[in-house]
């Protein structure tokens, strides 16, 4: 296992998503928690377009 992968670390900045449709926010919210930023699922929801129907991968570079 690489030194650099803390699993503690990675479940103290585990975000859970809102709904269904916010997987991909959950995700990107859970990188940018890890590596010490902050931001919140609607905030890049806002950013990225998702709607009911989810989130595009171009949605989710935008938000990155």
């Known amino acids: ?3 650099d992968l803390n699993i503690h670390h ?3 900045t585990f975000v859970k998503q809102h709904s269904q449709f916010y997987c991909g ?3 990107l919210a ?3 928690k890890y590596y ?3 931001t919140t699922q609607e905030k890049l929801q806002e950013q990225s377009g998702t ?3 989810g989130t ?3 949605g ?3 938000a990155a």
């Open 36 to 38: 010490g930023g902050e």
């Open 51 to 53: 709607t009911l129907n």
């Open 60 to 62: 989710l570079y935008q």
């Open 25 to 27: 926010l959950a995700c």
């Open 1 to 3: 296992m690489p030194s």
């Open 10 to 12: 990675i479940k103290q």
């Open 30 to 32: 859970s990188i940018v």
């Open 56 to 58: 595009s991968l171009l």
